[in-house]
């Protein structure tokens, strides 16, 4: 029967996941990293968020190591990230159902401009700022059409909005143009009302969103950034927002996380900041997909997120 060593988010977390596996899973065998009886043999599977440093030399004698992130990149990045052993990114439907809700109500709230009703709140203002524009009168634009991109595009299609895509390869997702390649992307943004970043984090994707890039966009677009804090130019997205190239922006992700306090996006009149929230599923989803793939990995299938360690994603 398999093992799983579980490292992901502290000793403290361990009692949570152990009930989340009890019950998910309760043939598998689970052990805290951090119990000193606990030592990792070539056959057991780990469950990482973000390894300490000191972890990554006896990761490196482990069967598969599964991670509680959907992006991976913080673990490709680190020197010593075994790149030998299968790395599975998490997945499943609660994952990507979480997403697709948070997308929704980012590109609600971009549409209707929520966040002033917030600031006008604040304010103890009654300030009428109806505006008379539907959900089907928008195109969104999901770059990246993985597992999450794929869901959150179909899903915002069902809402109700125009929906394209942009990809690396070609793809088809169900009510969604797609559109392939570098080439490709001048006509995407500039037929974007809404972009959605939801790449992975790679050196081909970093640095990526610029005030340049934003120009490519209708004036007056909206951006919401669910992928990684990296993939923009924190300035150049500002600037964007304060020449009026962009209506305002919804942020899971920022650089650095924490947000420093002293970060003008904070108190941005057109920027919505949420801490990193996005799409963490319930320890028990968690576990259940875990112990999918640990299945897949013991009969010699391959999981759908085995994660290519070339492409990072
Ligand atoms: C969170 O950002 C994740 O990668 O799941």
């Not at 805290?32 to 057991?44: C, I, M, N, R, V």
Request: a negative charge; charged letters at 15%; glycine letters at 8%.
């Amino acid at each position: 029967m398999a093992r799983l060593i579980i490292s992901a988010d502290g000793p403290e977390k361990f009692a949570v996941w152990k009930e989340a596996f009890a019950k998910a899973a309760p043939d598998l065998t689970v052990c805290s990293w951090y119990a000193p009886e606990t030592h990792l043999l070539p056959s057991d599977y780990v469950l990482v968020w973000k390894p300490e440093a000191d972890h990554y030399a006896a990761l490196a004698q482990a069967k598969a190591i599964l991670c509680t992130g959907a992006g991976v990149d913080h673990l490709l990045q680190h020197p010593h990230f075994p790149v030998h052993v299968p790395l599975v990114r998490m997945g499943g439907e609660q994952t990507a159902h979480l997403m697709a809700d948070y997308v929704t109500w980012a590109a609600i709230g971009l549409l209707r401009d929520a966040r002033t009703w917030a600031i006008q709140q604040n304010q103890h203002q009654w300030v009428y700022n109806g505006i008379a524009r539907t959900s089907a009168e928008i195109r969104i634009g999901v770059m990246g059409l993985g597992h999450l991109g794929a869901h959150v595009a179909t899903h915002l299609a069902r809402v109700g909005f125009q929906v394209a895509g942009w990809k690396r390869s070609a793809a088809s997702v169900p009510n969604v143009q797609v559109y392939v390649g570098q080439e490709a992307l001048p006509e995407f943004l500039a037929t974007t009302d809404i972009l959605v970043n939801l790449l992975p984090s790679t050196p081909q994707t970093r640095g990526l969103v610029t005030y340049d890039f934003l120009k490519n966009l209708p004036r007056g677009a909206g951006f919401i950034n669910v992928g990684r804090g990296e993939h923009v130019v924190q300035a150049d997205l500002v600037q964007a927002l304060d020449t009026g190239l962009l209506c305002g922006a919804v942020l899971d992700v920022v650089t650095p996380e924490p947000l420093p306090e002293q970060s003008p996006l904070w108190g941005h009149p057109r920027v919505t900041v949420t801490p990193h929230v996005a799409s963490e599923a319930s320890a028990y989803k968690q576990a259940e997909y875990v112990a999918q793939a640990i299945g897949q990995l013991e009969r010699g299938e391959t999981p759908a997120l085995l994660c290519n360690p070339h492409t990072g994603y």
